[in-house]
């Protein structure tokens, strides 16, 4: 059997080049996905200035709130405290331990300033760092990595928010970008010299640093120890936080794609098994067994999707390097993250696309092989069964799901956490939609046959006769239009709803005319300067971490922990974004807090209570509640003290100030003629501050945007394999009815209609489908039904999806209609 496939392959090469390309780009997208996870979960740092210790301990980057089963990431870092050091370098095989200041230490050059990480000098030796002129710095002097630097030189340096000067006392050879003060001037600029940003550990050479390591960890258990190219980490800890959203990114979209790939593959095989019905009805006719055409039709899917999978590991090579430079350019993938795409991503994608392709040839060839002969010849000349028990079962099943999914984004979920639920729900209506396709078909072909009917005439009636006729066929060709529209409408509403809902949440209440910015920090005085300024009503501190609240342990926040905002304690007429509802901010100084009304309710708390709560560098710390206020659900931050959370940060600076004009001022020439008089500040409006706080979700819509459209466009591929391989199919019908009288003109006008009844039920399909997962979504994250977002993505969805249907139909369709009726044709 496996001869006669391979021999009569040329025959039927079209249905195969559509199989063929749905399982090499399906396998391109998974093994993509799958190099991303393994980055993700490897996140491997080549250490750059800390390659000399061949241990570094930092602190630990989690913090497991009482009562619960995952740990919350800490944004900040941590730090190991001074006190540790005596016992790490006491531990056996340890040769000595330096501790590391890390802190902002911004070059100017004109108004200008370029980022620079300052460190203490005896932490050099943590690195590999050739010091080429001059001498270890004194207080008053620092030494430069950067080049055209000479010892003598006067350099300007942001310090804690300040221009200071200090004079060259040396040049070195090793990694940009850090310049090394004296251990005193370290100490002094440093925001908390009771701990330090790492610990490097060396010991002597030759020693296994495994038991050194173990013996390390065991003096507590707030620290982390790193070896080997772990390393990396410890300098770069945002890439912790990084890679859990790298590997979240990665498993999600990694799902869909396999899930929409193995549905794309099966139903490009299955429609192909059915277009061959005819020919397997002939084999049974002349005395093949059922299990003879089973081994052939699954002998054809191996042939096709082996050489399918090895070509689809080229793309899959460069499109998850693509993806991971488009991931990091953006902030969302940490730039300093090592990529990796072993023998795992392929194995992922193969196993994907060949069970994708054997399962779906099992099921062809169940159904071709256990039908009869005779009814598989009226079957193959028009089938009328809609589709199997197995698929009914199945598709209700899914269509439960959509619904149960449903119920919980519009009932259980509250904010962004809706799109958890909202996300899923999309696949189970629209997988569940296509299993009963020839139902759903034929429903919505009752409510466009007329309209067209009345447009087209004679065409018209000839088209709707066709599609009626054959409306298993015509579900084939529609569900792929469904599949596209829907999945592509559904995920990029979400996105700007979300957007928008966010953008309104923190614009209701923000009462900034201004905002003064600075990277390398803002001095302490500065602000009072910009109180100064004539017209200004009030200006505050502007902060921003997360944290935990430990107790009471009921705070309706997830693993992610709750987002804290610092500002200054002020009255009715300051900057702070709220509304309050209960006490006064004018007390939020010190160990206080305002709570958000319903947070408030949950925890059980009321003014003068108390919260227990860890901060962003996992200082635990009792706060005392003085103030609540209304906030949109799921949208839901502490407020603390602006000196509280700043000092809780990695830098230990404010970065923002706000500022609230008197009615009619326009106080921005004076603040920015403040602002030239500190390097690197800035002044931005109120939609800059906006933007600043839509960032996040700005990058996560962009990420959404680049994977769901690669989906849309493999998505693509299963619609142009369909309509092409339908089309193609009917040469014989064709060529009838140019023997009848009808003319290339007429058939072309016939297929044209039929184009648009296909464009036409798979966009109100996919609308459904969409509206389905958009409306409850919707409802949670906003006071709308229906969702936000510009007309015109929804009408470039259509005028693909059109694009698509016409192109793929009416092309092989003129291609086929250039040769005569009379001309031989085969079944493709």
Known sequence: MMRLAVRTLRFRKGGFIATFVAVVFGTAIVMACGGLMETGIRSNVEPQRLAGAPIVVTGNQSHLRPGAEDATPLPERVGVPAALLDKIRSVEGVSEAVGDFTFPAATVHGGSTTPAEGHNWSSSVLTPLDLASGRAPADGQVVLTAPGAEVGDRVTLVVN????????????????????????????????PTRFAVVGVLVAPGTDVSPVKDRIEALDPGIA???????????????????????????????????????????????????????????????TTPGQVRRMILGEAMLVSIPAVVLGVVPGVFLGRFLFEQLSSHGVASSVITFYQG????????????????????????????????????????????????????????????????????TVMTGPLAGATAGPSILCWAIGVALLGPFWTKTVLLLWR???????????????????????????????????VGISTANLYMQTTQMHAASEAFTRDLRADAVLVSEAGLSPALLSEVRNVPGVASASAFVRSTGVIDEPRNAPFDEEGAPVLGVDAQDSSGTAPVRLTAGSLTGLVGSTVALPEYVASKLDRGIGSEITMTLGDGTSVALKVVALFAAERGYESVILPASLVAAHTTDGLTKQILVRSESGADVRPALAALAAEHPGVQVADRDSLVAANAEDLQTQAWVNYLLVGMLIAYTAVSVVNTLVSTTLRRRREFALQRLTGSTRAQVLRMLTTESTLIWLTGITLGTLVALACLIPYTTTVSNSTFPTGPLWIYLTILGAAA????????????????????????TD
């Open 161 to 192: 928010g300040n221009a200071t000067e200090f004079t060259v006392s040396g040049t070195a050879v090793g990694p940009a970008g850090h310049v090394y003060f004296s251990d005193q001037d370290a100490a002094r600029i440093v925001d908390n």
């Open 225 to 287: 120890v790193h070896t080997g190219i772990d390393r990396g980490l410890a300098e770069h800890p945002g890439g912790v936080s990084q890679r859990e959203a790298l590997i979240a990114i990665a498993g999600s979209f990694g799902g869909i794609a396999a899930m929409t790939m193995m549905f794309v593959v099966a139903s490009t095989l299955a429609l192909s098994a059915q277009h061959r019905e005819r020919e397997f009805a002939l084999l049974r006719g002349i005395g």
């Open 343 to 410: 023998w795992i991503p392929f194995a992922a994608g193969a196993g994907a696309a060949v069970l994708a392709a054997i399962g779906a040839a099992l099921i062809a060839a169940r159904r071709s092989a256990r039908i009869r002969p005779v009814e598989a010849l009226m079957e193959a000349s028009l089938q009328r069964k809609w589709f199997s028990w197995l698929r009914l079962i199945f598709g209700l099943l899914f269509l439960g799901g959509g619904l149960t999914l449903l119920i919980v984004t519009a």
């Open 450 to 484: 007329w309209p067209v009917q009345a447009l087209t005439r004679v065409n018209g009636r000839l088209a709707i006769l066709n599609v009626s006729a054959r409306s298993v066929a015509m579900s084939a060709a529609v569900m792929p239009v469904m599949l596209a």
């Open 803 to 826: 694009l698509l249907t016409f192109t793929s139909t009416l092309l092989p369709a003129t291609t086929t209609l250039r040769h005569t009726p009379t001309q031989p044709t085969h």
